[in-house]
Every structure is written in C-alpha cells, then in structure tokens.
C-alpha cells in the first residue's frame, strides 16, 4: 500500500483562497486575549494602544493565524468552521506535525484579511515502527485590504498508516 498516490500527489500547487466578510474589528482582539489569559492593555484600551505608538486597539498576534474568522465557511460534520483541505486518507490517523509563524505587523480592527492557502509539497516516508507516513506542506499567508503582508504560516499535516506493512524481507 502507498499513501502517496497519484491522486494525492496531483495536490500539490492546490490553492484556496478566502476574504472575511467584514473587517476584524476590536471586540475580536479583546475576546481572543481574554480567552488566552492575555490581558495586555493593547488589545481593550484605545488610548493605551495609541500610547504604545499604535494607531487604535491590536490583538495577540496569533488571533490571525488560529481564527476562522475571515473563512466564512459552514460548519463541518466535527464542528469545524474553518480551512481544511478534506483529505480522505483511508486506515491512516491524522497528526499536526508542526507550524511556523512568521509575523509582519499587528492586526488593526479595520484589516480585512484574505487568507491564501496552498499545498506546497508532498511526500512520503516510512516512520521506525514500519508505517507509512503521508506529509503534506501547506502554507498560508494573510495579506489585509491594501495587499500588505500581516503574516505567514507553514505547516505540516501527517497521515499515519494505522496497519503498518510488513517490511519486504517479512513478507513471503
């Protein structure tokens, strides 16, 4: 069995693309950092921020990266109201292996943020305990109304092969 086909290796260069409805606006700083335990002023108080140098309010820099606010997608059958690339990868569990954040400046209320994602690369290998491992690379990068850079995300999603194949020299 391969994870890789060629049905999913074809995935590569797949791009979505998604624009918020609406600009964040302040409350979503303010309700991000509470439910964080980030109680920094920058994110509730306009005269404090505008103090720091800032132009109004601001959020915790990864409010950008792990809302789902700009998708505008339904929710999914797991609850999930957010990018996804649906992978169907039958008798494999899937893992995070990992994300990258690359920060250009700080979200304003008046952002309205378009989200890229495309699939980078994808591959295969086999883990030490002889399951295959199915790798996809996909990035993101969050650009706002005026086309300017607010920040980037690389991540890897990992599908496990559940039944692991006997190496060749077991098979008979």
Not at 89 to 101: F, K, L
Request: proline share 6%; glycine share 8%.
């Amino acid at each position: 069995m391969t994870l890789l086909t060629p049905e999913i290796a074809a995935l590569e260069g797949t791009k979505r693309v998604y624009t918020a409805p609406e600009p964040f606006g302040g409350a979503a700083g303010r309700y991000f950092g509470l439910a964080v335990g980030d109680h920094n002023p920058l994110y509730s108080d306009p005269a404090y921020a505008r103090a720091q140098g800032l132009a109004d309010v601001t959020a915790p820099l990864t409010l950008l990266t792990e809302t789902n606010q700009y998708a505008g997608l339904e929710i999914n059958d797991e609850g999930y109201a957010g990018h996804t690339w649906d992978l169907d990868v039958p008798n494999t569990r899937q893992v995070r292996g990992g994300n990258s954040y690359t920060f250009h400046r700080r979200l304003r209320p008046t952002d309205v943020v378009t989200a890229t994602w495309s699939i980078d690369k994808v591959t295969s290998k086999v883990n030490k305990a002889g399951a295959e491992m199915l790798l996809i690379n996909s990035s993101a990068t969050y650009t706002n109304q005026d086309g300017e850079l607010l920040a980037e995300n690389a991540e890897t999603i990992i599908f496990v092969e559940l039944t692991p194949s006997k190496p060749k020299e077991d098979q008979a």
